[in-house]
C-alpha cells in the first residue's frame, strides 16, 4: 500500500492559452495569488445589540503574481508590454498545473480572464552576483480547480 504524502510546491507549470507556448514562457520561479475570500455584508438586526448578522455577497480574488528570471524575446512580455503601452488588452485564460514526478499535472487550477496590470524588474546591483527577476502581476475575474 502506498503512503500518499503531501505534493512539493516547487514542480509547477503555468500555460497561458492563447500565447505561442515556448518553453520559457512556462517557466516561473513563483505563483502567488491562488487564493479566494468572501465578502460579507453586514446587517443590524432591530432589537438586537449583542451582534450583526453577517451575509456573504461576493467572491474576492486578489492579483495573480508570477516571478520568473528575466527573460528577453519572450511573447507573454510582448503581451504585457501591448497592454501597457499601448493600452489594448487582450484578456486570456491561463492554467497553473502542480506536477508530480513523473511531470503529470496533479492539480490544475483554470485561471480565467487574466490581464497583465503590473510589470516590474528587480534592482541593479553591482554588488551582487545574482539572477534578474521579472514580476508580472496580473488580474484575474475567477478560477476554478479541475
Not at 500518499?4 to 495569488?33: C, I, R
Not at 443590524?44 to 508570477?66: C, D, I, Q, T, Y
Request: hydrophobic share 40%.
Amino acid at each position: 500500500m502506498a503512503t500518499a504524502y503531501p505534493p512539493v510546491s516547487f514542480h509547477f507549470k503555468v500555460e497561458f492559452n492563447g500565447l505561442s507556448s515556448q518553453e520559457k514562457d512556462v517557466q516561473f520561479q513563483s505563483v502567488s495569488g491562488l487564493s479566494v475570500d468572501i465578502e460579507t455584508e453586514e446587517f443590524a438586526e432591530g432589537g438586537e445589540n449583542r451582534f450583526r448578522h453577517k451575509f456573504p455577497v461576493r467572491s474576492k480574488f486578489p492579483n495573480l503574481v508570477l516571478k520568473r528570471g528575466m527573460v528577453t524575446d519572450s511573447e507573454l512580455i510582448k503581451w504585457c508590454r501591448n497592454a501597457i503601452e499601448s493600452f489594448q488588452f487582450e484578456p486570456l485564460d491561463l492554467t497553473v498545473k502542480l506536477l508530480n514526478e513523473k511531470h503529470e499535472p496533479l492539480v490544475t487550477w483554470n485561471v480565467v480572464h487574466v490581464y497583465p496590470v503590473k510589470w516590474s524588474v528587480d534592482d541593479f546591483n553591482a554588488e551582487e552576483s545574482k539572477i534578474t527577476i521579472e514580476t508580472i502581476e496580473l488580474a484575474y475575474n475567477y478560477f476554478t480547480l479541475v
